[in-house]
């Protein structure tokens, strides 16, 4: 079982840029898939972006060019870079991961969100 926990989250003008950080209790051989999503509340959650065990990336297309995912193995950390915020960037953000050895953007563990709020 691993547990996620987020932060970063806060308030920021549009343009502003945030990083939002998900620390990961554990990782198992061959490593997870790991990503971020975010909720309006009434909507459906919605995948941001997406790093493989191997490293590769893929975003959603509202983000891309402005959102970076990366991950630091050696401190079990999971980031997401937010650049050039937008008001419908508005959301909770969460942090997922796969079950070990997933290769695809799929999740089955979750952290409990950090809000991201970007103003006018």
């Known amino acids: 079982q691993l547990q996620l926990a987020e932060s970063g989250g806060d308030a920021v003008q549009a343009g502003g840029s945030l990083r939002l950080s998900c620390v990961v209790s554990?990782?198992?051989?061959?490593?997870?898939?790991m990503g971020w999503s975010r909720q309006v509340p009434g909507n459906e959650r919605e995948g941001v972006a997406c790093?493989?065990?191997?490293?590769?990336?893929t975003y959603t297309d509202s983000v891309k060019g402005r959102f970076t995912i990366s991950k630091d193995n050696a401190k079990n950390i999971l980031y997401l870079q937010m650049n050039s915020l937008r008001p419908e960037d508005t959301a909770i953000y969460f942090c997922?991961?796969?079950?070990?050895?997933?290769?695809?953007?799929?999740?089955?563990?979750w952290g409990q969100g950090t809000q991201v709020t970007v103003s006018s």
């Open positions: 554990r990782t198992t051989p061959g490593g997870h898939t």
């Open positions: 790093i493989g065990a191997d490293g590769i990336t």
């Open positions: 997922a991961a796969g079950a070990p050895g997933s290769l695809s953007c799929t999740y089955r563990y």
